[in-house]
């Protein structure tokens, strides 16, 4: 049984950071890659990070590069999204979940039965507000 549990999220002024840590269990993290997606109220899920489990390669949306930053640790089976300079906008539920690439998270299209993941976290709220 994998299990992804986030953690680390929470409010935030902007400009400000949070650290987001996603513990997997349940398997051997270093077979997959790992990512994170987010979900405003009424948005749809969006990638927002990804990092492979081959190489080590990173993939940011447009709208976090730069600011956010992921990284993995194999040994530890988790993955963390450090994020820095947060804005009102990065408000969302922030769920880790991985796969066998990082292409379903970084394709740009929403996860579902057409771009399917195959784990999921229950989700991290962060919440960016003066």
């Known amino acids: 049984q994998v299990q992804l549990v986030e953690s680390g999220g929470g409010l935030v002024q902007p400009g400000g950071s949070l650290r987001l840590s996603c513990a997997a269990s349940g398997f051997t993290s270093d077979l997959y890659a790992i990512g994170w997606f987010r979900q405003a109220p009424g948005k749809q899920r969006e990638g927002v990070s990804c990092i492979s489990s081959s190489d080590g390669s990173t993939y940011y949306a447009d709208s976090v590069k730069g600011r956010f930053t992921i990284s993995r640790d194999n040994a530890k089976n988790t993955v963390y999204l450090q994020m820095n300079s947060l804005e009102p906008e990065d408000t969302a539920v922030y769920y880790c979940?991985?796969?066998?690439?990082?292409?379903?998270?970084?394709?740009?299209?929403?996860?579902?039965?057409?771009?399917?993941?195959?784990?999921w976290g229950q989700g991290t709220q962060v919440t960016v507000s003066s």
């Open positions: 979940a991985t796969s066998v690439s990082c292409l379903p998270i970084v394709s740009g299209l929403p996860p579902g039965p057409l771009n399917p993941v195959d784990y």
